[in-house]
């Protein structure tokens, strides 16, 4: 058994690979043998010391994995044992094998690979909470999708199409093809293009995803239209480079439009603002479970399509890593065991 260990905050090199100690699972768990595990940006994060949920160093990584289920602890249900399945993980998924609740489980079946089953947990319960959650996306609605390309972006894809919404985007220009051929409407480059003078002279939106943080939420919260709402489901802006910067963090901590999040504000625009932290719903194991449930369930209808990028060698996590800091990715980045 090993998994991979950070000892202090830094670049891909500070990624190590450690032996575990006999893991037993307690009341309520299993010992999964870990098959794919997915790669999130917030574990790039969590690596550079930035991410405020990381447990202290030295610390492993990893929110999502698919595996089988090898060991039950006491009170478990007998049938789980030998069952292949696709869970949430915390700060444990880089490893080949982990202990989870079983609220954190669904049953992965049998036409779905590993590598997919790790591509769902955190985009997919991320896009969802989005979406179904808190936005209540709707027929004929204007959605605003950042980081359309990722793992996130693409899933929220699916739902939005789902719901007969027009989703529009910002991507590298190499993954506008790609991204026009799945459902994206119209796309924008935020590399050489402001999305908001762009957008700024077109209808508003009802929803705006963003990753980004700082001063895009500023230009997210003025495209909104009168009952729009601006959902927030990461800070990017504040680790642009492979070891962070404090000083980029607090410009872009600076740049937040601090004022205008205020009741106020919100009031006289009609407007709202949300906010989504997946590793911060670790207590809420049974809608967990019964939302899995349900993506998985459309991932057979052929409603959910996850798009992996690549399948990366657990021993090359480092890979992984630099994979999403150079933004190369479509879709999401999976280590295979």
Not at 200 to 223: N, R
Request: hydrophobic letters at 45%.
């Amino acid at each position: 058994m090993q998994r991979v260990v950070v000892r202090k905050p830094g670049d891909v090199s500070r990624l190590e690979f450690s032996p575990i100690s006999e893991l037993k699972p307690k009341s309520g768990q299993v010992l999964l043998r870990v098959e794919a595990s997915g790669v999130n940006f917030a574990d790039l994060v969590a690596r550079m010391g930035m991410y405020q949920d990381a447990p202290p160093f030295p610390m492993g990584l990893g929110y999502e994995v698919s595996g089988v289920v090898e060991e039950l602890g006491p009170d478990v249900d007998p049938n789980w044992l030998g069952s292949s399945v696709v869970s949430l993980t915390q700060f444990t998924g880089y490893a080949s094998h982990v202990v989870v609740p079983v609220e954190w489980m669904a049953r992965r079946p049998e036409s779905m690979s590993a590598a997919v089953g790790a591509a769902i947990p955190v985009t997919g319960l991320t896009a969802w909470m989005m979406l179904e959650v808190m936005g209540r996306v709707r027929s004929g609605d204007r959605v605003l999708v950042h980081s359309a390309g990722g793992g996130v972006g693409l899933m929220a894809l699916d739902l939005i199409n789902r719901a007969g919404a027009t989703a529009v985007g910002t991507a590298s220009a190499h993954k506008h093809a790609f991204l026009r051929e799945r459902g994206y409407a119209q796309l924008i480059d935020y590399r050489t293009q402001d999305y908001f003078e762009v957008l700024s002279q077109e209808p508003g939106f009802d929803l705006v995803l963003d990753p980004v943080g700082g001063a895009s939420w500023a230009k997210g919260m003025q495209l909104l239209r009168s009952g729009g709402r601006l959902v927030m489901f990461g800070f990017s802006a504040q680790s642009p480079s492979q070891k962070g910067s404090f000083f980029t963090k607090l410009d872009a901590v600076r740049q937040i439009p601090w004022l205008k999040f205020n009741p106020v504000h919100l009031i006289n625009h009609n407007i709202g603002v949300m906010g989504v932290n997946m590793a911060r719903l670790w207590d809420e194991g049974d809608r967990i479970s019964e939302w899995l449930t349900e993506l998985i369930t459309l991932w057979e209808s052929g409603t959910v399509r996850p798009v992996i990028h690549r399948e990366v060698p657990f021993k090359e996590v480092r890979e992984a890593h630099r994979i999403l800091h150079d933004r190369e990715n479509i879709g999401k980045v999976i280590l295979i065991h």
